[in-house]
């Protein structure tokens, strides 16, 4: 089985980082996703880590360690229309099936 | 890029009717598409995972016989939730795999009330 955590809710600056943690047990890992989604929304692709390290795009980045099970997603430059929930998601191995974790709610305050 | 279309994107229907939501990839062949459910404030679980051209395989606590999956294309794969309760009320969100990428694709959601 899987079991992925992360923080429920969180709160931040306009125009500061965030860090928001993902740690994960899984019978078999195949990459690990994030994912953001705004209330009465579909999710939105973030970020895809299959190896460890730090991947970067724009005012996110990705960071990834497979040997530990953990992930975090940084969000840099903080804006208001980033509150949102962030999802950690996980793939097994071999298969495109996703597990996602509760979400952890970001609200950006001014 | 690669985008998935969910139809119909809200819809309000009587208890004991049945309810046939459909799920596109526009530009790229699914073999596989997933169905996930959302209760208000709650993460997306998964239903199930459809498979063109064989069963969906359900997960624990999904009655295969209330949430008939059919994924008769690569290209399109359609959830009935039949004989619709209020209890079923919820927002059906698909998804669909680029094979060559891995990425996963979401359709836009469907927001289900069932009176």
């Known amino acids: 089985g899987q079991n992925i955590d992360q923080p429920t809710e969180m709160t931040a600056t306009e125009g500061a980082i965030v860090q928001i943690n993902c740690t994960y047990q899984t019978s078999g890992f195949n990459g690990l996703f994030w994912y953001q989604q705004h209330a009465g929304e579909a999710p939105t692709f973030l970020s895809y880590n299959v190896l460890d390290g730090l991947e970067e795009k724009g005012r996110f980045s990705s960071f990834l360690s497979r040997s530990k099970g953990y992930s975090y997603l940084l969000l840099k430059e903080l804006q208001m229309k980033d509150s949102a929930s962030y999802l950690c998601a996980v793939t097994g191995a071999g298969s495109y099936q996703l597990t996602f974790g509760k979400g952890t709610k970001l609200s950006v305050i001014p | 890029g690669a985008v998935v279309s969910q139809h119909p994107s809200w819809v309000i229907c009587k208890s004991g009717t049945s309810v046939k939501i459909e799920c596109r990839s526009l530009?790229?062949?699914?073999?596989?598409m997933f169905w996930y459910r959302q209760f208000p404030k709650q993460s997306l679980m998964l239903m199930a995972t459809?498979?063109?051209?064989?069963?969906?395989?359900?997960e624990q606590g999904v009655e295969k016989d209330k949430f008939l999956i059919n994924h008769a294309s690569l290209t399109l794969s359609t959830l009935t939730v039949t004989s619709a309760h209020p209890e079923d009320s919820s927002f059906y969100i698909c998804?669909?795999?680029?094979?060559?990428?891995?990425?996963?694709?979401f359709g836009e959601g469907s927001r289900l009330t069932v009176l």
């Open positions: 459809s498979n063109e051209g064989s069963k969906a395989t359900y």
């Open positions: 530009d790229f062949q699914a073999t596989t």
């Open positions: 998804s669909a795999s680029q094979i060559v990428t891995g990425e996963l694709f």
